[in-house]
């Protein structure tokens, strides 16, 4: 098919805590639709199983962006995970502000954001997370033991705890922060078991800055 009787949707979304802004142009530009809703898998998911078309999605990196790219990915023909200040265009204005949704559904129609997760070191650590989810959700018992262990870790002292106390702090609900650092173990855990290798603290302390 052409580019032109492909129909393709380019859809941004800017996510927050409680609600996600999703904003889908055509592929002339168009905004077709502007909508909020709750950032909760079962209200995206619905909202994207509503749409026709080729959809192609980006959002920023963040505290969100790993989980919704395993959320998504599956379900959408192309996900790109951007940072749009590394992008010329965006360079004024502070670096805190972010940028919206139509803005960004727009920058991914005209191929302007580069993916964030391509580089090696980001795009493995989103893969093992990935799989990591995924081999805590097939095997059951294996799923209550990390998230055992994420409970314990976020009462105790360390590394685990300080990285669960920073995703309270930028906004995730206990719940979600536990099984996020659930998800965390069990990709270090999957690390250490392919590679060998002792635990390393830092990479930690970085994610979780």
């Not at 989103?126 to 995924?134: H, I, K």
């Not at 099984?179 to 069990?186: E, N, P």
Request: net charge positive.
């Amino acid at each position: 098919a052409t580019e032109m009787s492909r129909d393709i949707k380019y859809i941004g979304m800017d996510v927050h805590k409680e609600a996600t802004v999703i904003a889908i142009r055509n592929g002339s530009g168009k905004l077709v639709m502007e909508s909020s809703v709750e950032t909760k898998a079962s209200s995206i998911l619905q909202f994207i199983h509503g749409l026709r078309g080729e959809l192609h999605v980006t959002w920023q990196e963040g505290t969100w962006a790993a989980w919704l790219y395993d959320l998504l990915q599956p379900r959408v023909e192309k996900v790109l995970v951007c940072n749009p200040r590394r992008n010329a265009l965006l360079k004024e204005g502070s670096k805190n502000d972010r940028v919206d949704a139509g803005k960004l559904a727009d920058l991914l129609r005209t191929g302007m954001l580069g993916p964030v997760y391509h580089g090696e070191n980001g795009l493995r650590t989103l893969r093992e997370l990935g799989r990591s989810y995924q081999t805590i959700s097939h095997n059951h018992e294996m799923k209550e033991i990390f998230k055992e262990a994420a409970t314990r870790a976020s009462c105790g002292v360390g590394p685990l705890r300080d990285f669960y106390v920073a995703l309270l702090e930028k906004g995730l609900k206990p719940e979600m922060a536990r099984l996020t650092l659930a998800g965390k173990i069990a990709a270090i855990t999957l690390v250490l078991w392919k590679k060998g290798g002792r635990f390393d603290a830092e990479p930690l302390k970085t994610q979780a800055a």
